[in-house]
């Protein structure tokens, strides 16, 4: 069995092209098979401390060809996390996929989809999404192009957070707990996508390295998920 492995990037490149290209390369290198970016804009983000920051490191009409390019030149595939509507027209042309955050996935739980997230399925493509809670629930538990992913959104959680009862009912697994052994799990349980935020150097002050894995850990992780994954063939 396939467990396709994503390396979230997110904000941790703190819109440095050069760093873009190390992080997607190692990721690469390591044998992720996708890494992920976000896209928001001032309103989603106005509460934030440091919102003149992020804003250098989300993804917008303006720096998608160059981000687009860079994943070309690597040779991995790159996709997002729209978070507000009108991301979706210029991500559109240049993912084959999107992913959904916690908080707008609470939508499809509820079975009342904000405008955001209808206009994410209605592109038909693959859309991966998030739920801290059981989807199966959600009308839209059995629509082919949903990914449910068992995500806790405390930023970051400990592994005694994390409750893998109703494992079997996702597909996969979205991290924010700064154990490795927390993914390792979801694989052994029988996740067939995982997503880890990843950094270039945990000794600089990157927005999410306190949930993520450097270049080191996530070549420990990807060489033990790839075990499990043969031992589930």
């Known amino acids: 069995m396939l467990i396709r492995i994503v390396a979230e990037i997110g904000v941790n490149w703190d819109g440095d092209l050069e760093v873009v290209k190390d992080m997607m390369q190692s990721s690469k290198d390591v044998g992720c098979n996708y890494v992920k970016f976000q896209a928001f804009n001032e309103d989603v983000i106005k509460e934030h401390p440091e919102k003149e920051r992020l804003m250098k490191a989300t993804i917008t009409s303006k720096n998608i060809e160059e981000i687009n390019s860079i994943s070309k030149l690597v040779g991995i595939e790159w996709f997002c ?22 908080a707008d996935g609470r939508s499809l739980i509820t079975n009342k989809p904000s405008k955001l997230v209808n206009r994410v399925l209605d592109t038909r493509k693959e859309v991966i999404v998030s739920a801290e809670s059981n989807p199966t629930q959600s009308i839209q538990y059995d629509n ?20 893998f009862e109703n494992m079997s009912d996702f597909y996969g697994y979205s991290n924010h707990c700064p154990d490795i052994l927390a993914p390792i799990t979801a694989a052994i349980l029988g996740a ?3 997503e880890i935020h990843i950094t270039s150097d945990k000794t600089k002050k990157f927005i999410d390295n306190n949930v993520s894995f450097d270049y080191l850990e996530l070549e420990k992780l990807v060489e033990s998920i790839r075990k499990i994954e043969r031992m589930k063939i």
């Open 81 to 102: 996390t729209p978070m507000y509507e009108e991301a979706v027209d210029f991500l559109d042309p240049y993912v084959n996929r999107y992913k959904i955050r916690v």
């Open 144 to 163: 082919s192009d949903i990914k449910w992913l068992y995500c806790v959104s405390k930023y970051p959680c400990t592994f005694e957070d994390l409750d």
């Open 192 to 194: 067939e996508l995982i």
